[in-house]
Protein backbone atom coordinates (compact mmCIF):
# COMPACT_ATOMS: atom_id res chain seq x y z
CA UNK A 1 0.00 0.00 0.00
CA UNK A 2 2.55 2.25 -0.88
CA UNK A 3 0.93 4.69 -3.17
CA UNK A 4 -1.97 5.26 -0.21
CA UNK A 5 1.03 6.14 2.15
CA UNK A 6 2.52 8.70 0.10
CA UNK A 7 -1.31 10.21 -1.11
CA UNK A 8 -1.39 10.47 2.52
CA UNK A 9 1.96 12.14 3.45
CA UNK A 10 0.93 14.33 1.08
CA UNK A 11 -1.97 15.43 2.07
CA UNK A 12 -0.56 16.26 5.45
CA UNK A 13 1.84 18.03 4.58
CA UNK A 14 -0.15 20.81 2.34
CA UNK A 15 -3.37 20.30 4.13
CA UNK A 16 -5.90 21.41 1.71
CA UNK A 17 -4.07 24.50 0.11
CA UNK A 18 -7.14 24.99 -1.88
CA UNK A 19 -10.32 22.96 -2.96
CA UNK A 20 -8.23 21.50 -5.89
CA UNK A 21 -5.55 19.86 -3.86
CA UNK A 22 -8.24 17.74 -2.37
CA UNK A 23 -9.55 16.42 -5.35
CA UNK A 24 -5.93 15.81 -6.23
CA UNK A 25 -5.99 13.69 -2.64
CA UNK A 26 -8.87 12.13 -3.47
CA UNK A 27 -8.40 11.08 -7.02
CA UNK A 28 -4.99 10.01 -5.72
CA UNK A 29 -6.38 8.07 -2.78
CA UNK A 30 -9.31 6.11 -5.21
CA UNK A 31 -6.26 5.28 -7.86
CA UNK A 32 -3.83 3.78 -5.31
CA UNK A 33 -6.16 1.79 -3.90
CA UNK A 34 -7.94 0.27 -7.03
CA UNK A 35 -3.93 -0.20 -8.27
CA UNK A 36 -3.31 -1.86 -5.00
CA UNK A 37 -6.34 -3.91 -5.49
CA UNK A 38 -5.87 -4.99 -9.38
CA UNK A 39 -2.15 -5.89 -9.01
CA UNK A 40 -3.59 -7.54 -6.08
CA UNK A 41 -5.38 -9.63 -7.92
CA UNK A 42 -3.47 -9.82 -10.65
CA UNK A 43 -1.04 -11.54 -9.15
CA UNK A 44 -3.59 -14.31 -7.04
CA UNK A 45 -4.73 -14.95 -10.65
CA UNK A 46 -1.12 -16.02 -11.92
CA UNK A 47 0.32 -17.12 -9.76
Known sequence: ???LR???TQ???NIMD???SFFIYMG???TGFFL???SM???N???
Request: charged share 20%; glycine share 4%; no cysteine.
Open 6 to 8: YWL
Open 11 to 13: FQE
Open 18 to 20: DDR
Open 41 to 43: LIY
Open 1 to 3: MNL
Open 28 to 30: GLV
Open 36 to 38: DLL
Open 45 to 47: LFH
